[in-house]
């Protein structure tokens, strides 16, 4: 392993290299103090180097002999991990149905659409949705929703707690559920109770906020959906320097992507859109440019069609493009109401 | 937060001097770097890079609070939980008490529809007292193109308020709340708005209006992208100073016609394109609102006034908890009146669109359409 790949200060690593040692092989059978005399630092500091040394070392695995990568996930064991987890559903069946059943965990989905079409609502709808009991076929999760325009309404969000519940306990009645464990004892204040609300008011505390997720994900382990808000809001207004915009925004994806995989949640970001020139004419496209439509694993689009609202997976790794229409009722998203409901495959 | 100072953050004295010594002072120009970055400009290792910037976010980020929590704040402190009542009983249904506090609400619609009589009257009613169902607090009307008219204000109380408006010291009380801005210029306004940040938490202030957003940017450019930037900053203040304060803020805008370039497809739509081309010839009248689609994300609540076939409708356009409804209306002596309760649903698109129709029939103050 090359010492320029070591993450140690870039000084350190001019001396190792000045002193003569390019690889991690050259040195690491040394003792500390002989390494300090050489690069002319101190013995805590020489140790220092090759902790870390042969830590990235056993990283690397490149030592080893038996054939698999150290860190890898055969993809057969992901195939079994996928289907632990339910899907969080968006209680609307057509729209779950081009889903693959709901939103996905340990995956980054992005949701964009023009102004009215429903972003917040289905933000709202899926903070409680991922509340629902195990017994009812959901997670039984908490969930943090991230502010970031101040769109967030809590009563609202009470409407949909309530409705939630009540279909809840007919499904409850159909299914004869009348054992004592599974007796729906909530209450709509439990499940407002269960959202981690957090107002965020510039892109300096966005960036901030989702570093810190990790320290309050650990310490809150039954949060299983984290919804932004919109994560474009912020890096849109006052943005002179755009290379700088486009390696924050990468830098928050990979971290979002890393807190999704690590934890087993789902991370649900809702866009705004801005038009572009293509082909001679002017396109409705999601917003934060081209380099961030790479970020994300999945992306659906909500758009108006005649009048009806519909949703389009415009990019998965998984399911194929089609589109369903939904509707947004005082009880939240449910399905659309017209007659000729059937799902577009494109 | 962001200019929080990283010498006061607590962080162990080796790493704060050298995030001095390499300018890098405030929290945002911490974060604004990748981890790597950090570590080639200071100097030190990932290990200790990762913690200083753990340590950094965790000050910086915000608190949290449970939904519920936010709830309950509401209900207890707040009038009506949040709601300034507009006296218009459908619509104060529709919108769940009122004009929400704390975030921006947006009147649009075509000129003389009606949008100034509905934020005089919004001012009065912030500033009537509390057993009236008004907010007795101060007002603050930042007036663009000169519209107030403090003789058409006291018409209004008198008529819709008699018992308070008759005595001359309460009329003189409820007018002397309301304090009328007249910016000049855009960088005018950009001012005030910093004075008002102060003003806001001494003065009681319990509403602002924003008369029109529109008129402050339409002289200074021809149109397009450099518009929409010069408002991105204050759009993000305004909406900020709504929420600190928790006070509602009216916001007028303009229309303007839709031109042929635009549309509102996206790339997988593009099969549709020839029924577009009719649509648009047939509406030829077609009006947008103006300040772009931007703008358009950045409100919370979007009411738009339009005549069609020579009546007047108000509809709430966006709105996270109403559904899209339309209202007729009346203007009359006492502000506006709601011809019926019980709106109007609307599906699709529609809602958004501004019609134009019939207009110039009822902008006739002085004749029989004023009932």
């Known amino acids: 392993m090359e010492v320029g790949r070591l993450p140690i200060s870039a000084s350190q690593r001019s001396k190792l290299i000045a002193a003569g040692y390019t690889t991690l092989s050259s040195f690491s059978s040394l003792s500390p103090s002989h390494l300090a005399r050489d690069l002319k630092i101190s013995d805590n500091e020489a140790a220092e180097i090759m902790r870390v040394a042969s830590h990235s070392h056993r990283l690397d695995g490149s030592a080893g002999g038996c054939g698999t990568v150290n860190g890898a996930q055969t993809a057969w ?24 059943g709901g939103i996905n965990c340990k995956e980054v989905t992005e949701i964009g659409g023009v102004p009215g079409i429903g972003k917040t609502q289905l933000g709202i709808q899926l903070a409680i949705n991922v509340q629902i009991p195990v017994d009812y076929g959901g997670l039984g999760g908490k969930a943090i929703y991230i502010d970031t325009e101040g769109s967030f309404m809590v009563e609202r969000a009470l409407q949909i707690a309530e409705a939630c519940i009540e279909d809840m306990s007919e499904c409850g009645g159909l299914l004869r559920k009348d054992s004592q464990a599974c007796q729906l004892k909530m209450h709509p204040n439990n499940i407002l109770e269960n959202i981690f609300y957090f107002r965020v008011c510039s892109y300096t505390e966005q960036i901030a906020l989702i570093n810190y997720l990790d320290k309050f994900i ?30 924050l925004l990468s830098g928050m994806a990979l971290k979002l992507m ?89 | 937060m962001a200019n929080k100072q990283i010498s006061q953050m607590g962080l162990p004295k080796s790493i704060a001097n050298v995030f001095a010594a390499r300018n890098v002072f405030t929290a945002k120009d911490a974060l604004s770097l990748t981890e790597f970055e950090l570590m ?8 200790q890079v990762t913690s200083a910037v753990a340590h950094i976010s965790e000050i910086v980020c915000p608190p949290y609070q449970t939904a519920l929590s936010l709830m309950e704040l ?35 619609g075509p000129a003389g529809i009606g949008k100034t009589q509905f934020c005089l009257k919004l001012s009065l009613l912030a500033s009537l007292p509390a057993n009236y169902g008004g907010l007795d607090g101060h007002v603050i009307y930042i007036d663009v193109e000169s519209k107030f008219s403090s003789r058409r204000l006291i018409e209004i109380g008198v008529k819709s308020f008699p018992e308070i408006f008759h005595r001359k010291e309460m009329a003189q009380e409820m007018a002397g709340r309301i304090h009328v801005l007249r910016p000049a210029s855009l960088s005018e306004f950009t001012e005030s708005l910093q004075q008002i940040k102060v003003s806001l938490l001494q003065n009681q202030v319990k509403l602002l209006v924003i008369d029109s957003m529109a008129a402050l940017v339409t002289g200074e450019f021809e149109h397009g992208a450099p518009r929409q930037k010069t408002l991105g900053w204050h759009v993000s203040f305004i909406k900020s100073l709504a929420e600190f304060s928790r006070i509602p803020v009216v916001v007028t805008n303009q229309v303007r016609s839709q031109s042929r370039d635009e549309t509102c497809h996206y790339f997988f739509q593009v099969q549709s394109w020839n029924e577009t081309i009719e649509d648009r010839t047939r509406h030829d009248s077609h009006l947008v609102a103006a300040l772009g689609i931007n703008w358009a994300h950045a409100v919370t609540i979007r009411l738009v006034l339009e005549a069609k076939s020579g009546q007047r409708f108000i509809k709430v356009a966006k709105s996270p908890i109403a559904p899209p409804l339309a209202f007729p209306f009346n203007i009359t002596s006492s502000g506006i009146l709601l011809l019926s309760d019980d709106g109007i649903e609307l599906t699709g698109p529609d809602i958004n669109t501004i019609h134009c129709q019939g207009h110039n029939d009822i902008i006739n103050f002085g004749g029989e359409s004023l009932q």
Not at chain 1, 80 to 98: A, G, K, Q, V, Y
Not at chain 1, 294 to 299: D, F, L, V, Y
């Open chain 1, 218 to 247: 650990s310490e809150h382990k039954d949060v299983k959906i984290v919804i932004v808000d919109s994560v474009t809001f912020h890096f849109r207004q006052d943005f002179d320097d755009m290379a700088l915009r486009t390696r």
């Open chain 1, 258 to 346: 890393k807190l999704a995989k690590d934890f087993s949640l789902a991370v649900v970001l809702l866009n705004q859109v801005t038009t572009k020139y293509i082909d001679g004419s002017f396109q409705l496209t999601l917003a934060l440019g081209d380099s961030w439509s790479h970020s994300c694993t999945n992306r659906v689009i909500l758009y108006w069609n005649g009048n009806e609202r519909y949703a389009y997976i415009d990019k998965s790794p998984s399911l194929r493009s089609a589109s369903a229409p939904y509707s947004v009722t005082s009880k939240g998203i449910r399905n659309s109401a017209s007659n000729c409901k059937r799902i577009k495959m494109m």
């Open chain 2, 40 to 47: 080639e400009l200071l100097d030190v290792g990932l290990a």
């Open chain 2, 74 to 108: 509401r209900v207890q402190n707040e009038h009506l939980a949040g709601h300034l009542p507009t006296h218009m009983k459908g619509l104060d249904e529709a919108l769940c008490g009122g004009i929400p506090f704390g975030v921006l609400t947006e009147l649009v």
């Open chain 1, 77 to 100: 064991d992901m195939l079994h991990e996928e289907e632990m987890f339910p899907r969080i559903t968006t209680s609307c069946e057509d729209l779950d149905n081009i889903l693959g």
